[in-house]
T-cell receptor
Framework: QKEVEQDPGPLSVPEGAIVSLNCTYS??????FMWYRQYSRKGPELLMY????GNKEDGRFTAQVDKSSKYISLFIRDSQPSDSATYLC?????????????FGKGITLSVRP | DVKVTQSSRYLVKRTGEKVFLECVQD?????MFWYRQDPGLGLRLIYF???????EKGDIPEGYSVSREKKERFSLILESASTNQTSMYLC?????????????FGPGTRLLVL
């Protein structure tokens, strides 16, 4: 079993839809959870960051972590064509002063006008 | 804002050539990383560095080497390029300590080896 699994997609939704993107993981030591957004031919940019379990909201985006189920989600409300991108989940565990990330493979989202 | 820059957006090289990819960050981050990104395989860590002149192998170091002579600069070297090294190469940086888990990426270099 891979450490981080992400639905491969691609995913296509109409504008205004609620989008749910998910990742599961196997390493119970993970404490930090991130979502990166990557537009075509660009580098990933940090979208959401969550420590441990719970929800975090930022505008139309909500990140949710369920450590008991080893499951994280990113919800996008009122999706827009500008949300069309590849979304990667990433996570890490505390290792002192330095940390490496473990990434999901990413899912490509297309929001149709 | 953190800025990570990469020397080239697109590169075309021939098999057997030595290739240098440069990455510079302006936020005084201690940690720097090189990844490659391929369809269906996601991001894979090649090498990383936690300090000047320090390097550690990632998951796929074969065929690559790195150099970190200055804190802000991390170079990836393909000693003898091969066609299976055609890929998108991404550099990232992060601070030590507080916030170390958040990495900031450059725009990427798309390398084609013929």
């Amino acid at each position: 079993q891979k450490e981080v699994e992400q639905d491969p997609g691609p995913l296509s939704v109409p504008e205004g839809a609620i989008v749910s993107l998910n990742c599961t993981y196997s390493n119970s030591a993970f404490q930090y959870f991130m979502w990166y957004r990557q537009y075509s031919r660009k580098g990933p940019e940090l979208l959401m960051y969550t420590y441990s379990s719970g929800n975090k909201e930022d505008g139309r985006f909500t990140a949710q972590v369920d450590k008991s189920s080893k499951y994280i989600s990113l919800f996008i409300r009122d999706s827009q064509p500008s949300d069309s991108a590849t979304y990667l989940c990433a996570m890490s565990h505390p290792t002192g002063a330095n940390s490496k990330l473990t990434f999901g493979k990413g899912i490509t989202l297309s929001v149709r006008p | 804002d953190v800025k990570v820059t990469q020397s080239s957006r697109y590169l075309v090289k021939r098999t057997g050539e030595k290739v240098f990819l440069e990455c510079v960050q302006d936020m005084d981050h201690e940690n720097m990383f090189w990844y490659r990104q391929d369809p269906g395989l996601g991001l894979r860590l090649i090498y990383f560095s936690y300090d000047v002149k320090m390097k550690e192998k990632g998951d796929i170091p074969e065929g690559y080497s790195v150099s970190r002579e200055k804190k802000e600069r991390f170079s990836l070297i393909l000693e003898s390029a091969s066609t299976n090294q055609t890929s998108m190469y991404l550099c990232a940086s992060s601070p030590q300590g507080q916030g170390t888990e958040t990495q900031y990426f450059g725009p990427g270099t798309r390398l084609l080896v013929l």
